[in-house]
């Protein structure tokens, strides 16, 4: 089955204890991104890959870190996660297609709560 | 900024048709409309896109108007597993961030 997989699927931490947000995709998609929703902001990027070795920002990459060193994975990592880090994340995947329609997929979210 | 603009709610009873209505009046012509779903905080879903022509597939249909500057996604049969947030975006078919940008969307609200 296609499908995008996140890790955990909740987590409470405390502030300053780095963690990682896994996500793995098995449609041999080359791009991949991560967002955070949060209630009145709606869906927010946070960085993206458009292939293996190649991330780049997002709108709210600030306290975030990012890796593609596998085209299936795109780990998120928060070095010292703060308390307004709270939030939903959700990871995607699409085919990267300049020009071309890309459905994006989308995984089940990782609930996090700094305390 | 969402260029679209959606009903911040609606109702429809099981069985009937939604049809969850979406303006994008600045438009462009390379533009897509597509239709996405959120079903009570899960990872966003996929429903339809289009660009001028009516689309249909096994989820929903979608009809967009003649000037493109409206469309109306429509479930023919809804269930209460259809009710959750949908969301309008409008945006070219590929850019260099593949960035979504998600609105405020509309709760559809399925009742028996």
């Known amino acids: 089955e296609a499908q995008v997989t996140q890790n955990p699927r909740y987590l409470i931490t405390v502030t300053g204890k780095k963690l990682t947000v896994t996500c793995s995709q098995n449609m041999n998609h080359e791009y991949m991104s991560w967002y955070r929703q949060d209630p009145g902001l709606g869906l927010r990027q946070i960085y993206y890959s458009m292939n293996v070795e190649v991330t780049d920002k997002g709108d709210v990459p600030e306290g975030y870190k990012v890796s593609r060193k596998e085209k299936r994975n795109f780990p998120l990592i928060l070095e010292s996660p703060s308390p307004n880090q709270t939030s939903l994340y959700f990871c995607?995947?699409?085919?990267?297609?300049?020009?071309?329609?890309?459905?994006?997929?989308f995984g089940p979210g990782t609930r996090l709560l700094v305390l | 900024d969402a260029k679209t603009t959606q009903p911040p709610s609606m109702d429809c009873a099981e069985g009937r048709a939604a049809n969850l209505p979406c303006n994008h009046s600045t438009i462009s012509g390379n533009e897509y409309v597509y239709w996405y779903r959120q079903i009570h905080s899960q990872g966003p879903q996929y429903i339809i896109h289009?660009?001028?022509n009516n689309e249909t597939n096994e989820m929903a249909s979608l009809i967009i108007t003649e000037d493109r500057k409206s469309s109306t996604l429509i479930l023919p049969h809804a269930t209460l597993r259809d009710t959750a947030v949908y969301y309008c975006i409008v945006r070219v078919a590929w850019d260099n961030t593949g960035k979504l940008i998600f609105g405020q969307g509309t709760t559809l609200q399925v009742k028996p």
């Open positions: 995607a995947s699409s085919l990267s297609r300049t020009g071309g329609v890309a459905t994006q997929y």
């Open positions: 289009g660009l001028k």
